[in-house]
């Protein structure tokens, strides 16, 4: 592997193996040091606010690699103040087939992928060669443990936010043989309550992976992603509520879902995006992740950077088009200070890098290090 050190999610584990013997790298060494924050960077000056909430500096680590409170506490110490606790469910939830991680090579010189191309169907060489700037597969199906196992550890991750650190759970609804839409709904509602019970002070929902079956989005039914909306809004009270959207190409589709959600009054922010979804290949042009129903995966890292920005720039827009006031969370191949300040450019209220931290713990250091010197 072409980098400085171990990423705190071993990708040649299993996710299991992660889960109970994570995290590594920086993140372990974080850990080991006694101290609240050890590592962390603070900015001088006044933080910003997030959804009403305080951060030192808006940028952390979204849905997906924090698996459990071990990791968000090391995310912490490592500067990253804003920690999404990894999507939870109403029952426990298998993982997919290890591997989960493969290293993704896209046949652009800049290493992107573009929304609607012809080479997300045609196929993307995926293999281990892990080279950075990088890409990766996120092949996981959206694993969780029961309830009585993640409530109690997630409660233990709020309260080890240090100040102007953030914890935001991240949960979904699970549709099951047999469920109907009213039950689908109920679930998310059930789901959010659990996650209530840890104290939390706001929560993401999960609309962007694959909880309509192999390769269907929640987000791609604005309709039904509002009634779930408005479903969990009265479950939950005046505690904020994010919805993750996956690349969403139609303006009015997207418009559609913020005015389904803002326009409603149950939505008060967006992250996105979570990752671009392509036909993963060999060298031999054969299905690189093993299994049914995996002959495509989501892939993020660098690959997904100008499509994440795409989107937030666009949700901006209709931010100021509908005069609505809510957050936007730019999420997508952000490896670098660089990458931080376009997200912010583009109208990003907060910044989240989920493969570059994976492979750059000091990530947050870096983006704290440079404003700093900005400000003298």
Same mark, same amino acid.
């Given at each position: 592997?072409?980098?400085?050190?171990?990423?705190?999610?071993?990708?040649?584990?299993?996710?299991?193996?992660?889960?109970?013997?994570?995290?590594?790298?920086?993140?372990?060494?974080?850990?080991?040091?006694?101290?609240?924050?050890?590592?962390?960077?603070?900015?001088?000056?006044?933080?910003?606010?997030?959804?009403?909430?305080?951060?030192?500096?808006?940028?952390?680590?979204?849905?997906?690699?924090?698996?459990?409170?071990?990791?968000?506490?090391?995310?912490?110490?490592?500067?990253?103040?804003?920690?999404?606790?990894?999507?939870?469910?109403?029952?426990?939830?298998?993982?997919?087939?290890?591997?989960?991680?493969?290293?993704?090579?896209?046949? &652009?010189?800049?290493?992107? =992928?573009? !929304?609607?191309?012809?080479?997300?169907?045609?196929?993307?060489?995926?293999? *281990?060669?892990?080279?950075?700037?990088?890409?990766?597969?996120?092949?996981?199906?959206?694993?969780? &443990?029961?309830?009585?196992?993640?409530?109690?550890?997630?409660?233990?991750? +709020?309260? %080890?936010?240090?100040?102007?650190?953030?914890?935001? !759970?991240?949960?979904?609804?699970?549709?099951?043989?047999?469920?109907?839409?009213?039950?689908?709904?109920?679930?998310?509602? *059930?789901?959010?309550?659990?996650?209530? @019970?840890?104290?939390?002070?706001?929560?993401?929902?999960?609309?962007?992976?694959?909880?309509?079956?192999?390769? &269907?989005?929640?987000?791609?039914?604005?309709?039904?992603?509002?009634?779930?909306? @408005?479903?969990?809004?009265?479950?939950?009270?005046?505690? !904020?509520?994010?919805?993750?959207?996956?690349?969403?190409?139609?303006?009015?589709?997207?418009?559609?879902?913020?005015?389904?959600?803002?326009?409603?009054?149950?939505?008060?922010?967006?992250?996105?995006?979570?990752?671009?979804?392509?036909?993963?290949?060999?060298?031999?042009?054969?299905?690189?992740? !093993?299994?049914?129903?995996?002959?495509?995966?989501?892939?993020?890292?660098?690959?997904?950077?100008?499509?994440? =920005?795409?989107?937030?720039? &666009?949700?901006? %827009?209709?931010?100021?088009?509908?005069?609505?006031?809510?957050? +936007?969370?730019?999420?997508?191949?952000?490896?670098?200070?660089?990458?931080?300040?376009?997200?912010?450019?583009?109208?990003?209220?907060?910044?989240?890098?989920?493969?570059? %931290?994976?492979?750059?713990?000091?990530?947050?250091?870096?983006?704290?290090? @440079?404003?700093?010197?900005?400000?003298?």
């Amino acid at each position: 592997m072409s980098q400085g050190f171990a990423p705190f999610y071993d990708v040649n584990r299993t996710y299991e193996d992660n889960y109970l013997q994570g995290p590594f790298g920086a993140f372990a060494e974080a850990l080991k040091n006694d101290s609240a924050q050890p590592a962390r960077l603070q900015l001088s000056g006044q933080g910003e606010d997030v959804l009403g909430f305080h951060v030192n500096l808006p940028f952390g680590i979204p849905a997906g690699p924090l698996l459990n409170e071990r990791f968000t506490t090391a995310a912490f110490r490592m500067g990253f103040d804003l920690a999404v606790y990894k999507t939870v469910r109403s029952r426990a939830w298998g993982c997919n087939a290890f591997p989960n991680v493969l290293a993704v090579h896209p046949k &652009r010189a800049d290493g992107s =992928l573009v !929304p609607g191309s012809a080479e997300l169907d045609e196929g993307v060489l995926a293999d *281990t060669r892990f080279e950075l700037p990088i890409s990766i597969s996120n092949s996981f199906g959206v694993p969780s &443990r029961d309830p009585d196992e993640w409530q109690p550890d997630m409660e233990k991750a +709020i309260a %080890a936010a240090g100040e102007d650190q953030l914890l935001v !759970p991240s949960f979904q609804g699970s549709r099951v043989e047999g469920m109907d839409r009213k039950a689908y709904i109920a679930d998310h509602v *059930t789901t959010a309550h659990l996650v209530t @019970e840890t104290g939390a002070g706001l929560m993401e929902m999960n609309t962007s992976c694959p909880n309509e079956g192999h390769n &269907r989005l929640l987000c791609h039914d604005p309709h039904l992603v509002g009634e779930i909306t @408005e479903a969990v809004k009265n479950e939950i009270g005046d505690r !904020p509520l994010i919805v993750k959207l996956a690349y969403i190409p139609d303006d009015a589709d997207l418009e559609t879902m913020v005015a389904e959600t803002v326009g409603h009054g149950t939505v008060q922010g967006f992250s996105t995006i979570n990752t671009i979804s392509a036909r993963l290949v060999d060298a031999n042009g054969n299905q690189a992740l !093993p299994g049914a129903g995996r002959e495509r995966s989501g892939v993020c890292g660098n690959a997904i950077r100008g499509a994440g =920005l795409d989107m937030v720039g &666009r949700l901006s %827009a209709i931010r100021e088009k509908l005069g609505l006031d809510f957050a +936007i969370v730019g999420v997508g191949g952000v490896v670098s200070p660089d990458d931080y300040r376009a997200y912010r450019k583009a109208g990003a209220n907060a910044v989240m890098s989920a493969t570059g %931290a994976m492979w750059n713990a000091n990530l947050a250091h870096e983006i704290k290090d @440079e404003i700093k010197v900005t400000r003298r």
